[in-house]
Nanobody, 123 residues
Framework: QVQLVESGGGLVQPGESLKLSCAAS????????IGWFRQAPGKEREGVSC????????YYTNSVKGRFTISRDNAKHTVYLQMNSLKPEDTAVYYC????????????????WGQGTQVTVSS
């Protein structure tokens, strides 16, 4: 059974950093690509960043380019999202999920999702 568990969310001030983790069980990271999505109140869920299982290529939505970095540790079955220079508009529940992705695309695949972790950026 595939399970994804996010952690690392919290309350930070604008300009600060957070590092999210997505721990996978029941699956190895060479089986599925993994992505991060977020959903703010009253808004649709959006893809934030993804990392390909095959070549490690990464995708970022425009609003986070240069601030967020996705990475993976196959030995720990964990994907990370380092978020720097956080802005109030980054406030959302962040989810990790299995995806199909490349350097220019990322979409949900196989319907495995974590429970989400709240990120709040506020002064």
């Amino acid at each position: 059974q595939v399970q994804l568990v996010e952690s690392g969310g919290g309350l930070v001030q604008p300009g600060e950093s957070l590092k999210l983790s997505c721990a996978a069980s029941g699956v190895t990271l060479d089986t599925y690509s993994i992505g991060w999505f977020r959903q703010a109140p009253g808004k649709e869920r959006e893809g934030v960043s993804c990392i390909s299982k095959s070549d490690g290529s990464t995708y970022y939505t425009n609003s986070v380019k240069g601030r967020f970095t996705i990475s993976r540790d196959n030995a720990k079955h964990t994907v990370y999202l380092q978020m720097n220079s956080l802005k109030p508009e980054d406030t959302a529940v962040y989810y990790c999920a299995t995806v199909r992705s490349g350097s220019h695309y990322c979409y949900s695949y196989a319907n495995y999702w974590g429970q989400g972790t709240q990120v709040t950026v506020s002064s």
